[in-house]
Antibody
Framework: QVQLVESGGGVVQPGRSLRLSCAAS????????MHWVRQAPGKGLEWVAV????????YYADSVKGRFTISRDNSKNTLYLQMNTLRAEDTAVYYC????????????WGQGTLVTVSS | QSVLTQPPSVSGAPGQRVTISCTGS?????????VNWYQQLPGTAPKLLIY???NRPSGVPDRFSGSKSGTSASLAISGLQAEDEADYYC???????????FGGGTKLTVL
């Protein structure tokens, strides 16, 4: 069955970097757009970024544009999120999620990984 | 402040019907983009509930239904059950932001 497993979360100081990974199984990510969505503690969902199935198109929320980079390695069936210049307001559970497409619904979600930005 | 506006909470007794609204604008729902709905049970990841305004993925009970009109959409849940107690989120695409947007979420309490 479809599985998405995020890793790489943890506690990081403001201004530092972190890279999240999402290992997919049960399907081939090369057929799907992939998203990152985050949820701050006790808050709602916030879409972060999306990448097309071949990696040629990427879109970001204004709140992370210029600081975060979404990428994928289809040969490893893995999605990434490089997060630079982290801020306290980036503290959240980060979910990896599968399209079908760039701008439509999200069909499957991982269980999330917690990123805490704190000194 | 979310781009899509939802009521913070709704409630209903078992067996009743409740609706959750999702109000957008001319750059998202009003532009004709699909509205999708997600259910998030406490302590778990969100789950797709409705896609393409009114379509249910396999396995989602027909007690859940979606509709859209103008710049708004609604999720209706009939025959409320205790297990429906969760947070519900609407989502669409916004062409001025060039990305997906979520509503702020609605907490459903089953009395």
């Amino acid at each position: 069955q479809v599985q998405l497993v995020e890793s790489g979360g943890g506690v990081v100081q403001p201004g530092r970097s972190l890279r999240l990974s999402c290992a997919a199984s049960g399907f081939t990510i090369s057929s799907y757009a992939m998203h990152w969505v985050r949820q701050a503690p006790g808050k709602g969902l916030e879409w972060v970024a999306v990448i097309s199935n071949d990696g040629s198109n990427k879109y970001y929320a204004d709140s992370v544009k210029g600081r975060f980079t979404i990428s994928r390695d289809n040969s490893k069936n893995t999605l990434y999120l490089q997060m630079n210049t982290l801020r306290a307001e980036d503290t959240a559970v980060y979910y990896c999620a599968r399209g079908p497409g760039l701008h439509g619904y999200i069909s499957y979600w991982g269980q999330g990984t917690l990123v805490t930005v704190s000194s | 402040q979310s781009v899509l506006t939802q009521p913070p909470s709704v409630s209903g007794a078992p067996g009743q019907r409740v609706t959750i609204s999702c109000t957008g604008s001319s750059s998202n729902i009003g532009a004709g983009y699909d509205v999708n709905w997600y259910q998030q049970l406490p302590g778990t990841a969100p789950k797709l509930l409705i896609y393409g305004d009114s379509n249910r993925p396999s396995g989602v009970p027909d007690r859940f239904s979606g509709s859209k009109s103008g710049t708004s959409a609604s999720l209706a849940i009939s025959g409320l059950q205790a297990e429906d107690e969760a947070d519900y989120y609407c989502q669409s695409y916004d062409n001025s932001l060039s990305g997906s947007v979520f509503g702020g979420g609605t907490k459903l309490t089953v009395l």
